[in-house]
């Protein structure tokens, strides 16, 4: 690389540091602050809370990289015009497209960046969060069962509980059920204990007595039992999860057949569109750098400052994610369409290429052409 390459992709790389953390920060506070009332209400231990941020992490990153080597590019071409460091170089014979080598380069950088927290990092992160979060919401100990508090863990049921042994057993129970309409359940136990069950945690409930209430006949129905089992897997979501298309692996996705993904719940359009994503995602990286170097091209100078040209350029980008948000729609109900993952690529392609020849002076010859 020459001097000017090794200079330039320097100060990019400098200033896309410094925008991804000052923007994963402010991505990661904002999650972090709704996940802390999440969990910690819930009675989860801060050591809980920090877990679950840090495998949130990967994704935020995800999201910020693109708007990262963006600005980064922007900030650079910006600064450079200002020191007049642009016009040097396009005195000594550098074309814009001659200009725009170490930008490609930079992008391709942190496209191998994405390309790993896509194919790897994500998956594995997403994967271990999903559990995590199962774990959490079958703790129903931690979640519902408070001693001495009454609890109202869904509507139109309430919980209590005197006491909760070292053991794990409780102590006086009572619980009220009037999820039906017209009919109040109402159940009072000497003792109880939580034990696994097919949909979720079951209570099973000892020595103790049921009153039923049903308000159109105005009927009290007394039952004593010895036990009695009450499922409270719905008040804490089902037994286990439901496997999420983003967690696999991308060998998983690559050689998925139908029915593997018919016992996880995934239809194949899923399967295939996630893994286009996988490879489509990390190619924006170089299309933003190139868009948001390029438009600085575009206008003459201006006391106002180059405002006009960088709001063009992130119109352009919003609508290319406009597309990109309504071709994944198709993509998602028909397995033939995953291809379309691509199409935010090629209009950014376009898009980039069309600012490159504007700015060449060739956009503005053919205009003149035209208007001759």
Same mark, same amino acid.
């Given at each position: 690389m020459r001097q000017f390459d090794r200079y330039l992709l320097f100060q990019l790389l400098t200033v896309f540091a410094f925008f991804s953390l000052v923007l994963v920060s402010v991505y990661w506070v904002n999650r972090a602050a709704r996940l802390f009332d999440a969990i910690v209400g819930d009675g $989860?231990?801060?050591?809980?809370?920090?877990?679950?941020?840090?495998?949130?992490?990967p994704n935020v990153i995800r999201i910020v990289l693109p708007l990262s080597a963006f600005a980064a590019a922007v900030y650079v071409a910006i600064r450079l015009s200002r020191d007049n460091e642009m016009v040097v170089m396009q005195g000594v014979g550098l074309s814009p497209a001659r200009l725009l080598?170490?930008?490609?380069?930079?992008?391709?950088?942190?496209?191998?960046?994405?390309?790993?927290?896509? !194919? %790897?990092?994500?998956?594995?992160? &997403?994967? $271990?969060?999903?559990? &995590? $979060?199962?774990?959490?919401?079958?703790?129903?100990?931690?979640?519902?069962?408070?001693?001495?508090?009454?609890?109202?863990?869904?509507?139109?049921?309430?919980?209590? %509980?005197?006491?909760?042994?070292?053991?794990?057993?409780?102590?006086?129970?009572?619980?009220?059920?009037?999820?039906?309409q017209g009919t109040r359940v109402e159940y009072n136990a000497a003792s109880a204990l939580?034990?696994?069950?097919?949909?979720?945690?079951?209570?099973?409930?000892?020595?103790?007595?049921?009153? %039923?209430?049903?308000?159109?006949?105005?009927?009290l129905t007394t039952i004593v039992f010895d036990d009695l089992t009450y499922d409270v897997g719905g008040l804490v979501g089902p037994a286990g999860r439901r496997t999420d298309v983003r967690e696999l692996p991308t060998r998983?996705?690559?050689?998925?057949?139908?029915?593997?993904?018919?016992?996880? &719940?995934?239809?194949?359009?899923?399967? &295939?569109?996630?893994?286009?994503?996988? !490879?489509? $995602?990390?190619?924006?990286a170089v299309l933003t750098s190139l868009i948001g170097f390029t438009a600085i091209f575009l206008g003459q100078f201006s006391r106002m400052g180059?405002?006009?040209q960088v709001l063009g350029a992130i119109v352009a980008l919003a609508v290319i994610q406009f597309v990109s948000n309504a071709t994944a729609g198709m993509a998602l109900r028909d397995?033939?369409?995953?291809?379309?993952?691509?199409?935010?690529?090629?209009?950014?392609?376009l898009t980039a290429g069309a600012m490159l020849l504007w700015a060449s002076g060739y956009g503005r010859a053919l205009l003149h052409r035209v208007g001759a």
């Open positions: $989860q231990s801060f050591w809980v809370f920090l877990e679950l941020s840090a495998l949130t992490l080598r170490p930008v490609v380069l930079f992008g391709l950088i942190v496209a191998l960046m994405l390309s790993a927290l896509m !194919h %790897v990092l994500m998956p594995l992160s &997403r994967a $271990q969060l999903n559990e &995590r $979060q199962v774990e959490i919401a079958e703790n129903v100990t931690a979640r519902l069962l408070r001693a001495g508090e009454f609890l109202e863990p869904a509507d139109d049921i309430v919980v209590f %509980v005197r006491e909760i042994t070292p053991e794990g057993r409780l102590v006086d129970v009572f619980l009220s059920d009037a999820r039906q939580l034990a696994p069950g097919p949909q979720g945690p079951v209570l099973v409930m000892l020595d103790g007595v049921a009153l %039923v209430y049903t308000g159109d006949d105005r009927r998983v996705l690559t050689a998925a057949e139908p029915e593997m993904l018919a016992g996880m &719940r995934i239809s194949l359009a899923e399967a &295939r569109f996630e893994l286009m994503t996988r !490879h489509a $995602q990390p190619l924006l180059p405002w006009r397995a033939a369409l995953a291809g379309m993952a691509f199409v935010p690529v090629v209009l950014g392609g």
